[in-house]
Nanobody, 124 residues
Framework: QVQLVESGGGLVQAGDSLRLSCAAS??????RAWFRQAPGKEREFVAA???????????YYADSVKGRFTISGDNALNTVVLEMNRLKPEDTAVYSC????????????????WGQGTRVTVSS
């Protein structure tokens, strides 16, 4: 069992920054991702981190957030942080943390456990 709890969402203006956190407990996993879902839209991949290799953490980003968002975490991924900069109204969504025993994938079906999500609203 893996439990994930997100925090850090809120209401900000375009151009502002937010830091989201995903706290994990229970079984250790080495692949962690952030997805988001806007009202009326499908869930989409945002970023992921893979710490399977103990010496190097590999990160992945959707094109829409590359250069603006940064994902990071400790070696065991007990805490994974998504730093979001230069936020845009189109970033408005519920952001969810997901964990997997497998490899990084952009498909949400590849993840075994999910948090409840934290809401991010960016006004223009």
């Amino acid at each position: 069992q893996v439990q994930l709890v997100e925090s850090g969402g809120g209401l900000v203006q375009a151009g502002d920054s937010l830091r989201l956190s995903c706290a994990a407990s229970g079984q250790t996993t080495h692949v962690r991702a952030w997805f988001r879902q806007a009202p009326g839209k499908e869930r989409e991949f945002v970023a992921a981190i893979d710490s399977t290799d103990g010496d190097t953490a590999y990160t992945y980003y959707a094109d829409s957030v590359k250069g603006r968002f940064t994902i990071s975490g400790d070696n065991a991924l007990n805490t994974v942080v998504l730093e979001m900069n230069r936020l845009k109204p189109e970033d408005t969504a519920v952001y969810s943390c997901a964990a997997s025993w497998g490899s990084v994938t952009y498909n949400p079906i590849g993840y075994n456990w999910w948090g409840q999500g934290t809401r991010v609203t960016v006004s223009s």
